[in-house]
Structure formats: C-alpha cells, structure tokens
C-alpha cells in the first residue's frame, strides 16, 4: 500500500485565491513527521512546511499552512493568497520516526498552476 | 554558507558507461540520501547512509552503488547495470537528530544515449 497518497495530479488556482493541496498518508508509527516541499521548474526542492505526529496546532509557515487531520490521516497544504511564483510541483512526504533509519517517503506531486 | 552541492547539473553518458555522481555537504550532517526522480514522479529513495563507512539500500538499489568513505561526501554510482539511468538525481542530508527537516542539493539530470 502507498504511505503517501496525493490524489490530485494537477490543481489550477487564479492568483490572490486560496488552494488546498490534498495528502493522506498511512502508518502504524505512533510517532512520525510529515512534510511539505515544493519544486519549481529549476528542479530544486524548497521545503514549506512540517507537521509532527505530536504537534496539537496546526503547522503555519507564512502563507503556508498545514491543515492535519490525525483521525484521518490527513495532511493537506493550503497555500492563502496565491501567487504567480507559487506555480510548481508540490510534494508530500512522511518520516516515520520508529521505523529505523528515518527515511523520508514521498508523495507523486501535485502540479499547481496559478493564473493572472 | 552551509549547503550540499551536486555536481554536474547536467551529465550525458553514453549506453553502458559507469558515472558517478558527486554530493559534498558542509551541514555536518551524519545522515545523507540518494533519491531518483522521474517525469511527473515522485521522489524514490536508491541509498542512504547514517554514519561514515555505512550505507543501506533503498527501495530502487539495483545498478547503483555508493560510498560513503568521508562525512561530508556520499557519491553515487550509476552502473551500466541500470536499465533506465536516464532521470534527475537528488541529493539529501539531515541531522539524525532533528526529524523535521531535510536538506536536498540542486539535483543532477543524467542523461544516457
């Protein structure tokens, strides 16, 4: 089974709009961390955003933020006012913290594009 | 400033050629990884090393190899055994201590004739 599902292959979003980027994720690890990257066309990976299994508020990091859901196992990112430059792949990816080495496993993207 | 570098951002080989790829980081991190990228695909993990003199393979190991000889550097290998070499490369390092973060170099896109 995926550990990490991203079940939107591409989102498209007018600039100043909200969007949310769905993830759902499976684990037994009680403790596990999740996270958000995005990758721009240069092919770089910027991290957005990380969300630990044990944190009680949501994460935010600018206009980035975190919307987790435990009981479902749900980690969707809401980007607020889009932007042009926000137009990219975005990944999702989970690090078990009891699984051994602490690997992280990634989602298949979600392509965003914003529009004028 | 602190950061990994991959070398080259762009590499061609012909079929049946060993390259290797390079990822130096000054993070000081004990943790590095090796993840491959497809078009429109995510990342998958090919190795990672926890400490110096010490790596496991990942998900998709077969026809690379590494070492991991220094703290700093974890080169990959690209065997001639690998039937679809053609992707972008990813580099990563973290502090086995600190979970919520994870640094990638640039990439490499690897381009086999």
């Known amino acids: 089974a995926q550990k990490i599902t991203q079940t939107q292959p591409g989102m498209f979003v007018q600039e100043k709009e909200a969007v949310t980027l769905d993830c759902t994720y499976d684990?037994?690890?009680?403790?596990?961390?999740l996270f958000w990257y995005k990758q721009p066309s240069s092919g770089e990976m910027i991290f957005l955003i990380y969300?630990?299994?044990?944190?009680?508020q949501n994460a935010t990091e600018g206009r980035y933020s975190l919307n987790f859901q435990k009981a479902r196992k749900s980690a969707n990112l809401v980007i607020s006012a889009s932007q042009l430059g926000d137009s990219a792949m975005y990944f999702c990816?989970?690090?078990?913290?009891?699984?051994?080495?602490?690997?992280?496993?990634f989602g298949k993207g979600t392509m965003l594009l914003v529009s004028p | 400033d602190g950061g990994i570098t991959q070398s080259p951002k762009y590499l061609f080989r012909k079929e049946g050629q060993n390259v290797t790829l390079s990822c130096e980081q000054n993070?000081?991190?004990?943790?590095m990884y090796w993840y491959r990228q497809d078009p429109g695909q995510g990342l998958r993990l090919i190795y990672y090393?926890?400490?110096?003199?010490?790596?496991q393979k990942g998900d998709i190991a077969e026809g690379y190899s590494v070492s991991r000889e220094k703290k700093e550097s974890f080169p990959l290998t690209v065997t001639s055994a690998q039937k679809n070499p053609t992707a972008f490369y990813l580099c990563?390092?973290?502090?086995?201590?600190?979970?919520?973060?994870?640094?990638f170099g640039p990439g490499t896109r690897l381009t086999v004739l």
């Open positions: 990816a989970m690090r078990e913290r009891n699984s051994g080495y602490s690997t992280l496993t």
């Open positions: 684990t037994s690890d009680p403790s596990y961390g």
């Open positions: 969300q630990g299994s044990y944190d009680q």
């Open positions: 993070l000081n991190h004990d943790a």
């Open positions: 090393s926890q400490i110096v003199n010490d790596f």
């Open positions: 990563a390092s973290h502090d086995r201590l600190r979970y919520n973060e994870q640094f």
